[in-house]
């Protein structure tokens, strides 16, 4: 099961520089995990996904996420 949250973001902002897009980062958190999608230098979406039948209530407490490092996420850059 998966939560999928886009976003709008103010094009008037300035974006941050990242050389690739769009772009994934991956979080776990207890029986699922986060991806924050970003897309030509603004936050376009949030993905939580669990591995369970259970609606969650909320987003996970920050101490409960723990970030992926690149390599080990295999997501670095996302296919959409």
């Known amino acids: 099961m998966a939560w999928r949250i886009k976003f ?3 094009r008037t902002l300035p974006i941050a520089e ?3 897009s ?3 980062i991956e979080a776990d958190v207890p029986d699922g995990g986060l991806i924050v ?3 030509d230098g603004r936050l376009s979406c ?3 996904w669990t ?3 259970d609606v969650p209530a909320g ?3 920050p101490e409960h996420i723990a970030l992926c490092p ?3 996420a295999g997501i670095g850059r996302a296919g959409w």
């Open 37 to 39: 999608f970003a897309e």
């Open 51 to 53: 591995t369970t039948d």
């Open 8 to 10: 709008g973001a103010d």
């Open 59 to 61: 987003f996970p407490p």
């Open 46 to 48: 949030l993905e939580y």
């Open 18 to 20: 990242v050389t690739d």
């Open 70 to 72: 690149p390599e080990s």
């Open 22 to 24: 769009p772009v994934a």
